[in-house]
């Protein structure tokens, strides 16, 4: 869950961010980001990625958004990658 920051250092060097969010604009303003994709988690639980793609899923300051938690950690959960980390801030 993203906007204009992922709330990660500038120099940190991933193959891949991907930010998911509900405002293009902001998530075209975020440099960061490699890809990005406009969805309304609480209105479309299911996410637009393969099974077990991600090593890291990062939720910052936006728990508290979901009207569905437990429908979304559930999605996390799928597109995870076996051993992957989940960071809910």
């Known amino acids: 869950m993203s906007s204009w920051t992922s709330h990660l250092p500038l ?3 991933v193959k891949q961010l991907v930010g998911v969010g509900l405002n293009e604009e902001e998530l075209k303003a975020n440099t960061l ?3 990005f ?8 639980h299911r996410l637009p990625f393969e099974d077990c793609s991600f090593d890291i899923v ?4 936006s728990v508290d958004y979901l009207t569905q ?6 999605e996390l959960f799928r597109v995870m990658a076996p051993g992957a980390s ?4």
Request: hydrophobic share 45%.
């Open 86 to 89: 989940c960071i809910m801030s």
């Open 58 to 61: 990062i939720c910052s300051v």
């Open 33 to 35: 980001l490699s890809q």
């Open 69 to 74: 938690p437990l429908a979304i950690f559930k």
């Open 11 to 13: 120099d940190l060097k």
């Open 37 to 44: 994709v406009v969805q309304d988690l609480n209105t479309n």
